[in-house]
């Protein structure tokens, strides 16, 4: 696989910096360092980085900037827009410490607003910003397979790319700056409605008696097949929640999405009424759930 360039000198990408050890960042700055790359993490609790560098290698540094001030490219992969602003902003975050004319690449699922916020401060002290949230879950980024939609400048797309390609099987340049973020609440307001028609008719055919790992064999050979119903339906049947993506983020993405509509006017009364019912979830303690909790929601209600 070809190296891209460096975003600052046209050389070979070598030393990367990753911010943020999450469930997501975790093993994404791992497959860096498989693909031998010099990697540099940070974490905020100073011993998940410790112990990531126990089993991957590379280095670990106490601030964002110490971090990007060793890298050729920095990534990150935080919780919300106010952990992105920590570790970007002010004297110790990643945008003192980088090179002029260094890329930073956004994992974290965040605003269109903080993307095109940070775009503007990077682009005014000379650097370059990339907004590109994942979809595929923990399992996408533990196994390498993660879609990144991406936005900000070509030219600096075609310099970073290749070095996402590590633990993604696509990467896409959406458009300018926001847009990455624009797409991936596109793509939550499909699953919110997805996993809530999903919930209800699995609970449907429980009480209706029907053998219900068959029924979801059968119609995922059909036009109700989904990526839900091959990865979770079944662990719906049988009550199992903690497969990655929590209720909690969920409501945080699902956020997003409601306030940009009310910016551009779209109407999205099925993602409200979703983020409702896991409003409910969290009211139950699922907050650590995954989504597809919604259909244990239907169940203790009936209960």
């Known amino acids: 696989m070809t190296e891209p360039s460096n975003s600052s000198s046209g050389g070979p990408v070598r030393r990367v910096a990753?911010?943020?050890?999450?469930?997501?960042?975790?093993?994404?700055?791992?497959?860096l360092a498989k693909a031998g790359l010099d990697v540099t993490v940070y974490n905020r609790t100073h011993a998940k980085?410790?112990?990531?560098?126990?089993?991957?290698?590379?280095?670990?540094?106490?601030?964002?900037?110490e971090a990007a001030?060793?890298?050729?490219?920095?990534?990150?992969?935080?919780?919300?827009?106010?952990?992105?602003r920590s570790i970007t902003l002010g004297d110790d975050g990643a945008f003192a410490g980088m090179t002029p004319g260094a890329a930073f690449v956004d994992h974290t699922t965040a605003s269109a607003n903080v993307a095109r916020e940070l775009a503007q401060f990077a682009e005014a002290h000379g650097l370059a910003f990339v907004d590109a949230p994942v979809s595929g879950g923990q399992a996408g980024a533990q196994n390498g397979k993660l879609t990144i939609m991406c936005g900000g400048a070509t030219e600096v797309f075609e310099r970073v790319h290749t070095t996402l390609d590590h633990y993604a099987t696509a990467v896409t340049?959406?458009?300018?700056?926001?847009?990455?973020?624009?797409?991936?609440?596109?793509?939550?307001i499909c699953i919110a409605g997805l996993v809530q028609g999903l919930s209800e008719a699995v609970n449907f055919g429980?009480?209706?008696?029907?053998?219900?790992p068959l029924v979801l064999d059968v119609i995922g050979k059909g036009a109700a097949a989904s990526w839900q119903m091959d990865n979770r339906g079944k662990t719906m049947i049988d009550g199992k929640?903690?497969?990655?993506f929590?209720?909690?983020?969920?409501?945080?993405?699902?956020?997003?999405?409601?306030?940009?509509?009310?910016?551009n006017g779209a109407s999205l009364p099925v993602t409200a009424l979703v983020d409702q019912f896991y409003g409910d979830v969290q009211a139950l303690g699922g907050n650590r759930y995954d989504t597809s909790s919604l259909i244990w929601r239907l169940r203790k209600l009936k209960s």
């Open 49 to 65: 980085a410790d112990q990531w560098v126990a089993e991957h290698g590379g280095q670990t540094a106490r601030t964002p900037r």
């Open 241 to 244: 929640f903690d497969y990655g």
């Open 206 to 212: 429980q009480l209706s008696g029907l053998d219900m």
């Open 69 to 84: 001030s060793k890298a050729d490219l920095v990534l990150a992969c935080v919780g919300n827009d106010d952990d992105l």
């Open 18 to 31: 990753f911010l943020g050890l999450g469930v997501m960042g975790y093993p994404m700055a791992g497959h």
């Open 246 to 263: 929590a209720v909690d983020w969920m409501r945080k993405d699902l956020g997003f999405c409601l306030d940009e509509a009310k910016r």
């Open 173 to 188: 340049l959406i458009g300018p700056a926001g847009a990455g973020q624009l797409a991936k609440m596109v793509n939550q």
